[in-house]
């Protein structure tokens, strides 16, 4: 039965795909979209759920779901859900505006469907190569979306190749780490070598260890450029920037860690061989540099929309971070600020889009007095800038620290000075970033091409979307559930540790 549903959970977006593109307007087309997305939503509960108990192996071994890849369904399919209603009111805005046509509504429904079933395969596949291809899929289907199959502008479709181009040679390398892996398991297979993570989870201690450090460097180098982690970073403000709010949301807020995930998986099977030294000194050095860059580069951002997109850079180091220093405590923190950041991230998102759509424009410069000319969203927009700088009483602020006290408990004190240099830069950059936006002039008029407007049922549900993101940043910076703990620990015990 457990297996039965996990295969709808798989075509439940490929089937909402397919409807959506041959669906006739917009309404119908966003209508199918949104119950695509509730059955989705409905469908996965129980394997969910039942993952963080028990695994579940289908097709000989090449599918498999345990805690993990419960707890990243869990978000995607939230997520996705949160996107598919938003995005009715934003291409609506889009229509009216000219910027797109009925076809490419249809386009975006079908492939925003297409992008969710690409992450969700990510997380049950077993294989490392299924695993590889599912994460170039959600590439070259989220390229489409930034610009080349949608909208069809310059930057967008600039930007859309570049992210192709930049990820696609990264993603190679991560090809090599698992040829390099399969390789080193010959011998401890009845002379064959594997590829599922399973197999390989139960000889890894056996396992070459120079060989192994080896394809953890290509993994890293490959899976980090996908995961946004500096310096292989280059295509995600550009690709962030240009893409559709929703499509933003979505990328920022769990397509990164869809990678990273990847590598998460890695670390279990290669530090039983090489000890946690190697794998965690490479995870802290690529998160530190992230979180160095991305604060250095928010601070001269003029695009809000470019700024979020290096704050994702910044919280991807934050997350590697975690995963470096290893450990219950620590695990806890970067798998809990995977959720944290998810929800924040495409808050904002949502927010700034609302935002563009109202001023016209993507310059911090020419847009103010939110706050006054639009009090819910600019209460909205409070809530999740101040969240995404680590503010308490904000859901970041407790997986930071999580981080940070693990960092002093491990006797890190070099990571912990620059955690918090970098994450005094990267709040400033943000309050002063959003802080006129939000405030600013005294009143709309003085704000470029700003536009107030009736608003209509796709409008109020945006507006449910957003209200209940931030009603989840403020209560998970106050309180984190059992059943969230639970997951945690159990996800925790995936990864390795005790």
Request: charged share 10%.
């Amino acid at each position: 039965m457990e297996n039965n549903l996990i295969i709808l959970v798989l075509m439940i977006p490929l089937a909402t795909a397919c409807l959506c593109y041959v669906s006739r307007g917009h309404s119908s087309a966003a209508g199918l979209s949104i119950a695509g997305s509730v059955a989705l939503a409905g469908f996965s509960i129980k394997p969910v759920i039942t993952a963080f108990s028990t695994t579940a192996s289908l097709f000989n071994g090449m599918l498999y779901m345990d805690a993990l890849s419960g707890y990243m369904m869990s978000i995607i399919v939230f997520l996705g859900l949160a996107s598919s209603v938003y995005s009715a009111g934003y291409l609506e805005h889009e229509l009216a505006s000219g910027l797109t046509s009925i076809k490419g509504v249809r386009k975006y429904y079908a492939l925003l469907h297409l992008f969710i079933f690409t992450m969700l395969l990510v997380t049950v596949s077993n294989n490392l190569a299924l695993m590889w291809i599912a994460i170039e899929a959600t590439t070259l289907v989220s390229a489409l979306l930034i610009g080349l199959g949608v909208y069809k502008r310059e930057l967008a479709i600039e930007a859309a190749w570049k992210y192709i181009i930049l990820c696609s040679v990264g993603i190679t390398f991560a090809l090599l780490g698992i040829f390099i892996t399969y390789y080193a398991s010959f011998g401890l297979n009845a002379g064959q070598g594997m590829l599922n993570w399973t197999d390989l989870r139960a000889v890894a201690a056996k396992l070459n260890p120079a060989t192994m450090e080896l394809a953890f460097v290509f993994i890293m180098i490959g899976y980090g450029t996908k995961a946004g982690l500096a310096p292989l970073h280059n295509w995600l403000p550009d690709a962030h920037s240009q893409a559709p709010s929703p499509i933003s949301a979505l990328l920022s807020g769990i397509l990164l860690n869809t990678a990273f995930y990847g590598i998460l998986r890695f670390v279990a099977v290669v530090e039983p061989s090489t000890g946690h030294a190697f794998t965690g000194g490479l995870l802290i050095f690529f998160g530190l540099a992230s979180m160095g860059i991305a604060s250095v580069f928010m601070l001269v951002q003029k695009n809000y929309k470019r700024l979020l997109a290096y704050s994702s850079i910044e919280h991807m180091g934050i997350i590697s971070i975690g995963a470096g220093i290893g450990g219950p405590a620590a695990l806890y923190g970067a798998l809990l600020h995977i959720l944290n950041h998810g929800l924040a991230k495409p808050l904002m998102f949502f927010t700034s889009g609302r935002i563009q759509a109202r001023f016209g424009t993507a310059k911090i410069e020419s847009v103010c007095g939110v706050l006054k000319s639009m009090p819910l969203l600019g209460s909205i927009a409070f809530i999740g800038v101040f969240a995404l700088a680590g503010s308490p009483p904000f859901n970041v602020f407790l997986s930071e620290f999580a981080i940070l006290k693990a960092a002093a408990d491990s006797g890190s004190w070099t990571v912990v000075v620059m955690f918090l240099l970098f994450a005094s830069i990267v709040f400033y950059g943000m309050a002063s970033g959003f802080g006129r936006m939000l405030f600013g002039c005294k009143d709309a008029a003085g704000c470029t091409n700003f536009s107030s407007g009736q608003q209509d049922l796709w409008d109020k549900a945006a507006n449910a979307v957003m209200i209940t993101l931030a009603a989840l940043v403020l209560i998970f910076g106050l309180w984190v559930p059992d059943c969230i703990n639970q997951a945690i620990s159990a996800c925790a015990a995936v990864i390795g540790a005790k």
